[in-house]
């Protein structure tokens, strides 16, 4: 008997930091269906054990082409939580959800979380493949890239953590000291993006490519020009549209020519092959390839990458 005391006194001096994880916790499942929620969700799970993961969309794929798989129904029937963004690209999410009403899992979506903003046709973009505008066309023009704002990264973070709290209450403590300390770096982040903003030569963005970043945009006063809105499926934009964007990089002197994630950065190559201006990767964080994923690259990583090209971007 005093031997076992001396051996739980020793365990008890040995670790005395270790995270207030109960070790009734049960392990949750959530599936998330892109990276964003997958990154946060894993951020607040940090290394409680207590988070099954999924991510639906296969690192590398293209968003706005996904379509569930049969495994990928079940995995949502049978996860605990399930956070979908809630725009036009999974659209798919209401008929499935309402398919399954056996199914405890509790739904949550991005867009549910904050403020969102209409998807905007700013001058010279190509719009001819977008829908016309209708009375009943509101919901087609909701912009669902939500969480290309750090501020709306926070609010996200922080109804994540509640949720998974609320599942797992276990955890709840741990879940609020991960939250609490990946919030710290995405605040660090807004400050940092404000101060670049703030010291820059010009707040105009020209982006080769379509546009995901518009909640970005808004969140710090930049103005943009583009090819395509956030989510156009269109690839080839009109001669028009090519010859406005080379106009604009040339009359506005702009440093850098920026296409997002998994892009074929061919208009953005053409734009620069006639204005001999570089292009740049800016991360939008639909998606990231599997190098990055098998890295276990973050957010808050994409970002700070971010933060330096934004940098070069507005002097
Ligand atoms: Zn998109």
Redesign the pocket.
């Known amino acids: 008997m005093r031997k076992l005391f001396s051996f739980l006194l020793a365990c008890l001096l040995l670790f005395p930091m270790l995270p207030a994880v109960a070790e009734s916790a049960p392990v949750i499942s959530v599936v998330a269906t892109i990276y964003p929620q997958y990154d946060f969700v894993r951020a607040v799970a940090g290394d409680t054990g207590t988070v099954a993961l999924t991510m639906l969309l296969k690192p590398g794929a293209e ?2 082409t996904y379509e569930p798989t049969p495994q990928d129904m079940i995995a949502i029937r049978n996860a605990d939580l399930f956070i979908y963004v809630g ?1 036009e ?1 999974d659209a798919w999410v209401t008929d499935i959800l309402a398919s399954m009403p056996d199914s405890d899992v509790k739904a949550l979506s991005l867009t549910g979380m904050v403020t969102t903003l209409t998807e905007e046709h700013v001058e010279g973009m190509d719009v001819s493949a977008e829908p016309q505008a209708s009375p009943s066309a509101t919901e087609t023009d909701l912009d ?2 939500v969480w290309t704002s750090p501020v709306n990264a926070i609010v996200m973070v922080n109804a994540i953590c509640s949720e998974m709290s609320a599942i797992n209450p276990d955890a709840a403590d741990a879940y609020r000291a991960n939250a609490d300390a990946y919030t710290a770096k995405l605040q660090a982040l807004d400050d940092a993006f404000r101060a670049v903003v703030a010291s820059g030569k010009r707040t105009e963005l020209i982006f080769g490519d ?1 546009f ?1 970043m518009r909640y970005f945009a808004h969140e710090y006063g930049l103005s943009y020009y583009a090819a395509f809105p ?2 156009s499926a269109q690839t080839e934009p009109s001669a028009q549209t090519v010859a406005f964007l080379i106009d604009k990089v040339r009359q506005d002197q702009v440093p850098l020519i920026l296409y997002p994630e998994l892009s074929t950065h061919t208009i953005a190559d053409a734009i620069s092959d006639e204005t001999g201006v570089p292009t740049h990767i800016f991360y ?1 964080c ?1 998606n990231l390839t599997a190098d990055d994923f098998a890295q276990g690259k973050t957010y808050v990583d994409f970002m700070t990458d971010n933060l330096e090209t934004l940098k070069l971007a507005l002097n």
């Open positions: 968003m706005h725009g690209s669902e890239h379509r995901p956030g989510c939008a639909h």
